[in-house]
Nanobody, 120 residues
Framework: QVQLVESGGGLVQAGGSLRLSCAAS????????MDWYRQAPGKERELVAA???????NYADSVKGRFTISRDNVKNTVYLQMNSLKPEDTAVYYC??????????????WGQGTQVTVSS
């Protein structure tokens, strides 16, 4: 049973920072890539950042230069460092694990999500 547990969300003022964590119950090498998605109220879930098993990264244009995805293969944890946060970053952030390397391939396992709220 694969479990992904996110943590680190919260309320922050615009311009502030948060670091999200996603702890996996299995080796993250089991997956071709790990993703961070977000879903704001009334909007579709969107891919924010992705990191492959060999460390290649991809970012949505809206977060490039502000967010950094990383992974700790010993701790089986993926991180999302979010700097210079904006009110439009407010959303529930989800961690995902997928077996296909293709960017935006279907996620096989989801975490429960963590709320990020950025006040203006």
């Amino acid at each position: 049973q694969v479990q992904l547990v996110e943590s680190g969300g919260g309320l922050v003022q615009a311009g502030g920072s948060l670091r999200l964590s996603c702890a996996a119950s299995v080796s993250i090498f089991s997956f071709a890539a790990m993703d961070w998605y977000r879903q704001a109220p009334g909007k579709e879930r969107e891919l924010v950042a992705a990191i492959t098993s060999v460390g290649s990264t991809n970012y949505a244009d809206s977060v490039k230069g502000r967010f950094t995805i990383s992974r700790d293969n010993v701790k089986n944890t993926v991180y999302l460092q979010m700097n210079s946060l904006k009110p439009e970053d407010t959303a529930v952030y989800y961690c995902g694990a997928r077996r296909l390397r293709t960017l935006q391939a279907p996620v096989d396992y989801w975490g429960q999500g963590t709320q990020v709220t950025v006040s203006s």
